[in-house]
Nanobody
Framework: QVRLVESGGGLVQAGGSLRLSCAAS????????MGWFRQAPGKERDFVAA????????YYADSVKGRFTITRDNAKNTMYLQMNSLKPDDTAVYYC????????????????????WGQGTQVTVSS
């Protein structure tokens, strides 16, 4: 069965950095697009970033473009989200997600197009 486990969250001051990791298991990681989403209290789950399974193309929400970087290491079955210049508005639970189908086209920014989710990791940015 597919399992996604996030780590790396924590409390950081505004302007600081964190690196999130998402360890995947249960199938061939390198065949699947992957995505990061976040959910703040009382808000919907929002797209953050995604990465293509084959060519490594990356996609970002406008709110994080230029500050966050998504990468993947297929040899380690792990995806990362490097977050720099963090702002209080970045405070949320961050989730990694994967679709059911392999060899997808452009990674989706819609949460309902992802089938597997991790348990989430809390990121809190203080002002």
């Amino acid at each position: 069965q597919v399992r996604l486990v996030e780590s790396g969250g924590g409390l950081v001051q505004a302007g600081g950095s964190l690196r999130l990791s998402c360890a995947a298991s249960g199938r061939t990681f390198s065949n699947y697009n992957m995505g990061w989403f976040r959910q703040a209290p009382g808000k919907e789950r929002d797209f953050v970033a995604a990465i293509h399974w084959s060519d490594g193309s990356t996609y970002y929400a406008d709110s994080v473009k230029g500050r966050f970087t998504i990468t993947r290491d297929n040899a380690k079955n792990t995806m990362y989200l490097q977050m720099n210049s963090l702002k209080p508005d970045d405070t949320a639970v961050y989730y990694c997600a994967a679709p059911m189908l392999a060899w997808g086209m452009k990674p989706s920014s819609r949460p309902n197009e992802y089938d597997y989710w991790g348990q989430g990791t809390q990121v809190t940015v203080s002002s």
